[in-house]
């Protein structure tokens, strides 16, 4: 007979990502068959009925949910100390640098001096601090998506008065003073600048110009909606002054989806004011993907294009059938369909290149599909699949399972911020799959990321997967195999 | 231009952990914001408020008036005649109240201003009095004037009136009674009003000669001397006292009346630890009424309870009271009263905290540590921790043993609801049956929901 | 205990090269200084540390981590030497092994040749320089300066500065360093002195101050140096702070560089070498 236990604790709030953690490491212990540690939003509550738990009486979303399940007591008091310590070793809030730890931005900002704040909290929440770290004078970074577009316009405003700069909102990487934030990486000192309203496809460009030994001054996140008709480029202007203005910048790169056409025209009149060249990677049809415009630059700059690596897997020849990309990089995903879509013809998406090819992200559909995994619909309420596979994992599953798959495209991010082993945990699954189906896997990783890409790599090449560094090339080997097979 | 690219990058991070512990790993030096949600529900009125583009600059105008306040004692005068009282008018500490509502200590006193100004013989007669509105109560804070505990200030009691030289600006406050039982308390024995005949009849006109042959007294430089003296200006005024006697004494003798008089005023004075919290009420008072009426600032300019309800009023929100219920007190006990014998939390005085004083000093005042809380690593904690809630530091009142830091001063709505940290308030506790007096002295807060309550009249009065 | 660093790029080589043994020049709470066989000085600093262009530099102040305690005592360093290589500095300090991670890279400033300083920014530091000490007999300077483009006088008033003064850092180097420095941006002939500390600062002061020496001779040097030449030459860095950071650094080392700067700042001018 087994125990439950489901308590809501009032008062004590811990982040998405590490009660994840915490819950996982619970629902391992010996004994333990279910285990939700939450925050008790009305999602969580209702991953709470679908693991049959009863919900506490009161449970607000400032109560944390401790639910537990277990096989007898001694289990469930094992259970309960695992969420005890688990929640207890939250490193001390404080770092080492403060008497008591400071509760917001302003406050850590009056004994520190400004700095650069990077907020991360949940997106309603992230406009009162990000404005509270511009009050302070701190240059502001947030990771943080939901965040209403009045809302950024107004910080990015307010940042340009007081002479600093707002990165994001849903600011997914940045790499200022060799720092990687967020999903990001650990780059050396170089000659190239970026602003980037694209998180992965400015990490595909960083790791592209490590590889081929090329350091950054900067990169600079600016939010996916900052090349907007709305936002109107407020902070992609800022970022390429603070670079122009930087004398160790030689070449500045702009990386982003295609903008809305007069934003693109006066940003690429404000580029020809500076003195600093700079090269527009815009993923779209008919421009240049975003490993030629790696090649451009390092061209530009006087250095050698390498050959990209690669890790030849198997099989060559997957049966006929159809394409289906499943990625945690939204743009990625796009750079993959705009190349498979010339290739193949329709690319069903959640965020497709054309409306009418859209398809519903949680089951598969017939065609050529890929899936952005990292898309607000599939995130809600969870960690990014950078960090959490778990919904991947299932559809990678489904989809070798459909008959009608021919190949498997994924992409795989390392870096901080990033899972600590993805490729242990998707080779086991592509090592699973027939013969008649290939993996192709594009892997974005710099040398110095505490994952080494060069590990990875080798563990999804012996699970059969074709790895590419170049997400470009990956797609168009991921487009060679279909055809061959037709 | 930001600066970003041309110096030692310095982290700030608020949220998920694991982006902390990466840029640590990557010797990046990180300061982690403890960061918690905001109080429930507040999220949009947080929002709005924070994107007011009046709030800065309004904030740092009422920072600016608050610092800029000079409190001058000019004058004692009866009440009457400085607040425009008629003889049936009655002042009470806190937001507004009816006698229904109102708490026993309230009742108690205002029982005994009655028979004092001869309203009414048994002190009994006092209810039907006020129901019938033969007796009209109104809030001190709405004449310019403040009460500590019941407040209550009747036309023939003598107040103090400070002036601020700058703006002409001034506030008022009656004269301490001492400990004990007290109408202030909410006593109304016949030993409460012969004292109060006596400080109509000698205490206030000797003070009043002093004062008028001074000139003036400087307040805000005693409660700057103060505060480095071991007084935190609510629970301990000792040095303040003292100091304040200094500057009288000469000028009291100097003066026409009886040397027997003036020896009863200096003894009554100086025997009473708390007497120059009625000057340093009004002194607090002057300088948060600069800052009132501030368009889009959210600053509180006052916190005051009447021992039924606690009100909070902000500056962007001109004269509205934001209440809840009042809280009780946890504290020290006087001889065998209990926790049980508390009323709720009453008076004008946490004017004091609203400044920058009390409770936000408490870390000045390591003497009274044991009163109000525990330990002197307490008292320090309960500063550090007001600086969370506070818009800035006082120039003028310095904290020795934190390296001389300005007192945490001028509570923000926002950061209140932001961070759950409530003002933390030192204060007396009355007994909750009128005429039982003074039973402990303690610690309490506001409570919490008043000022998500003001928040929304801020979010509401936004033009963004 | 492992300790992330980020490291200079002059460091690179023997950061990521196969790991070597190192042996201790000296350690204070700010800094312990390291030394390969082949004469290079790895410096660790303390975030509050003035960045010398072959540091290593924490995220924590010496306040929070005083360094000397990770050091092995005194007269057990001999004994105990360090290991460097496969990014990371390592050895066995009182209460343990320390590891300090080389976890990111970071480019020390380097000076650009070919700008003019401004005269009345020149005075204004002649100014706040005459108020401090440099710890050295002001004849030698003035040996310097008397020496003007003169090679053979220049090599001879450098070899009587090199290694003068108490220290690790002799103010007599930081007066040649910041000469070197001053001479690279404002475009003027330092060919005696160049040769002199080629020549003769291997032997002449100690290992740190000759490593340190070698970085000016490459234009490469602390960022307090950096933000001063770029104000001399006008380059929109306001002038009041960046002297007062100058002067700031050490107990007499900014003073004795911003001394070597004015000094080179009389030269004249190399025809072309300046725009």
């Known amino acids: 007979m087994s125990v439950e236990h489901v308590e809501a604790r009032s008062g004590a709030y811990a982040d998405s990502v590490t009660l994840m953690q915490v819950s996982r490491r619970v629902a391992s212990t010996a004994g333990v068959d279910a285990a939700l540690v939450a925050m008790g939003s009305e999602l969580n509550l209702d991953l709470l009925d679908g693991m049959r738990f009863a919900r506490p009486a009161t449970a607000g979303p400032n109560d944390l949910i401790v639910a537990l399940r277990a096989q007898d007591d001694a289990a469930m008091a094992a259970g309960l100390a695992v969420v005890a310590e688990a929640l207890a070793a939250r490193p001390n809030p404080s770092g080492s640098f403060a008497e008591l730890p400071p509760r917001t931005v302003s406050a850590a900002a009056r004994a520190t001096g400004p700095a650069l704040a990077l907020i991360s909290v949940p997106g309603q929440h992230a406009f009162t601090e990000a404005m509270d770290a511009l009050d302070a004078g701190c240059d502001v970074m ?61 990490q595909q460009i960083l790791c592209l110009l490590d590889a081929a030994g090329v350091g950054i001054t900067a990169a600079l996140g600016v939010g996916g909606r900052d090349l907007s008709a709305a936002v109107a480029g407020r902070s992609t202007r800022a970022a390429l002054a ?109 965020i497709p290149l054309r409306p009418e090819w859209r398809v519903d992200a949680k089951k598969p559909a017939a065609g050529h599909t890929m899936i952005d995994f990292g898309d607000d619909e599939l995130t809600a309420g969870r960690p990014h699949p950078m960090i959490d596979q778990t919904l991947r994992l299932e559809r990678l599953a489904a989809e070798a399972q459909d008959p009608a798959t021919s190949v498997i495209l994924l992409d795989v991010v390392l870096g901080h911020g990033a899972h600590p082993d993805p490729a242990g945990e998707l080779a086991p699954a592509i090592a699973a799959m027939g013969d008649d189906v290939a993996v192709v896997v594009s892997i974005l990783g710099a040398k110095a990321d505490p994952q080494e890409l060069t590990e990875q790599a080798g563990a999804l090449q012996l699970a059969g997967a074709h790895v590419f560094t170049s997400n470009a090339q990956a797609a168009r080997f991921a487009c060679d195999l279909i055809e061959a097979a037709r | 231009m930001t600066d970003l690219l041309n110096r030692d990058v310095e982290l700030i991070t608020a949220g998920v952990d694991l982006f902390a512990d990466a840029a640590q790993l990557q010797a990046a030096r990180v300061i982690r914001v403890d960061w918690l949600p905001p109080m429930p529900g507040t999220e949009t009125d947080l929002a ?135 109408l202030r308390y909410g006593a109304y024995s016949p030993e409460v009003i012969t004292r109060l005949r006596w400080m109509s009849a000698v205490l206030g006109p000797v003070l009043q000669a002093a004062v008028r042959a001074q000139g003036s007294v400087d307040i805000t430089a005693i409660l700057a001397q103060m505060v480095q003296m071991g007084d935190e200006g609510h629970n301990r005024n000792r040095a303040g006292t003292l100091m304040l006697l200094r500057e009288l004494v000469p000028a009291m003798i100097n003066t026409d009346f009886p040397s027997s008089d003036i020896a009863e005023a200096a003894r009554f004075v100086g025997g009473n630890d708390h007497f120059f919290l009625n000057v340093g009420m009004p002194a607090c008072k002057l300088a948060l009424d600069a800052a009132r009426d501030i368009p889009g600032s959210t600053m509180v300019v006052a916190m005051a309870r009447n021992g039924t309800d606690f009100g909070l009023q902000v500056s962007g929100t001109g004269n509205e009271w934001f209440t809840g219920p009042a809280l009780t007190p946890e504290g020290l006990f006087l001889g065998e009263y209990g926790p049980e014998d508390a009323n709720p939390d009453i008076g004008d005085s946490a004017i004091t905290e609203t400044a920058g004083l009390g409770g ?86 506001p409570p919490a929901e008043i000022f998500p309550a003001a928040l929304r009249a801020l979010a509401g009065s936004t033009t963004f | 205990m492992r300790v992330p660093a980020a490291f200079s790029t002059a460091l690179r080589t023997v950061l990521t090269g196969p790991v070597q043994p190192v042996e201790w020049l000296g350690a204070s709470p700010s800094a312990l200084y390291l030394i390969t066989r082949t004469g290079t000085v790895l410096a660790i600093l303390t975030h509050d540390a003035a960045r010398l262009p072959c540091s290593l530099v924490l995220a924590s102040t010496a306040a929070e981590l005083p360094l000397i305690d990770l050091a092995p005592e005194p007269d057990r360093r001999l004994a105990a030497p360090a290991s460097v290589g496969a990014r990371r500095v390592q050895w066995c300090g009182p ?89 690279r941006v404002f475009g003027r002939p330092v060919s005696g002195a160049a040769v002199a500390v080629a020549e003769l600062a291997g032997n002449a002061t100690t290992a740190l101050s000759a490593q340190l020496l070698r970085h000016a001779m490459r234009g490469e040097c602390i960022a307090q140096v950096a933000a001063a030449v770029a104000a001399l030459a006008g380059r929109c860095t306001p002038l009041d702070g960046a002297i007062d950071r100058l002067l700031a650094v050490g107990h007499t080392s900014g003073a004795a560089l911003a001394t070597g700067l004015l000094t080179a700042a009389a030269l004249p001018v190399v025809a072309g070498a300046v725009r």
């Open chain 1, 142 to 202: 947030i990771f943080s998506d939901n965040v209403s577009v009045e809302q950024e316009i107004r910080l990015k405003d307010v940042a340009a008065e007081r002479g600093l700069l707002v990165l994001g909102p849903d600011c997914g990487t940045a790499v200022v003073g060799g720092i990687g934030l967020g999903f990001s990486h650990t780059l050396d000192p170089g000659p190239v600048g970026m602003v980037a309203a694209s998180g992965t496809g400015a």
């Open chain 1, 242 to 350: 603070a670079l122009d203005d930087d004398p160790a910048t030689e070449l500045i790169i702009v990386v982003s989806k295609p903008p809305a056409d007069d934003v693109a025209a006066d940003v690429r009149a404000y580029a020809q004011t500076l003195r600093t060249p700079v090269h527009f990677a815009l993923i779209g049809a008919g421009q240049p993907d975003l490993t030629a415009a790696a090649e451009q630059a390092l061209t530009a700059l006087g250095a050698d294009v390498p050959t990209w690596p690669t890790w030849a897997g198997r099989p060559d020849q997957p049966r006929s059938g159809s394409l289906r990309g499943l990625f945690a990089g939204g743009t990625l995903c796009d750079e993959a369909m705009v190349i498979a879509s010339q290739r193949l013809g329709p690319i069903g998406s959640n």
């Open chain 2, 48 to 182: 709005a408020v924070m994107a007011d583009p009046r709030r800065t600059a309004a904030n740092a105008e009422a920072v600016r008036r608050v610092q800029a306040a000079r409190a001058m004692l000019v004058d004692v005068v009866p009440a009457r005649d400085a607040l425009g009282l008629g003889p049936r008018d009655i002042l009470h500490a806190g937001p507004p109240i009816d006698w229904a509502r109102a708490s026993g200590p309230l009742r108690g006193a205002l029982m005994g201003a009655a028979v004092f100004e001869g309203l009414v013989e048994d002190p009994d007669q006092t209810a039907a009095l006020v129901e019938r509105g033969e007796i009209t109560l109104d809030s001190c804070h709405h004449h310019h004037a403040v009460g500590p505990m019941a407040g209550v200030t009747s036309p023939s009691m003598w107040v103090f009136v400070l002036e601020d030289p700058a703006t002409g600006r001034r506030t008022y406050c009656s004269l301490n009674e001492g400990l004990g039982k007290v």
């Open chain 2, 360 to 445: 936000f000093a408490m870390a000045a005042a390591p003497a009274i540590v044991r009163f109000v809380g525990g330990s002197v690593a307490d008292a320090l904690a309960n500063t550090r921790r007001m600086y969370e809630i506070t818009l800035s530091e006082h120039d003028m009142f310095a904290v020795p043993v934190l390296d001389f830091r300005g007192t945490p001063l001028g509570i923000d709505v926002t950061k209140v609801v932001r961070t759950g940290i409530l003002p933390q308030i030192n204060t007396g506790m009355a007994g909750k049956v009128a005429g039982t007096g003074q039973v402990g002295a303690g610690l309490v807060t």
């Open chain 3, 95 to 183: 209460s343990g092994v320390v590891t300090v991670a080389a976890a990111r890279a970071w480019a020390p400033p380097v000076i650009t040749v070919g700008a003019a300083p401004w005269p009345a920014a020149l005075d204004q530091l002649r100014a706040a320089v005459a108020t401090h000490d440099i710890g050295i007999e002001t004849t030698l300077v003035a040996q310097l300066a008397r020496a003007g483009a003169d090679p053979e006088a220049q090599f001879a008033a450098v070899a009587a500065l090199l290694g003068r003064g108490p220290g690790l850092t002799p103010s007599g180097d930081d007066v040649v360093a910041g000469y070197l420095l001053g001479a």
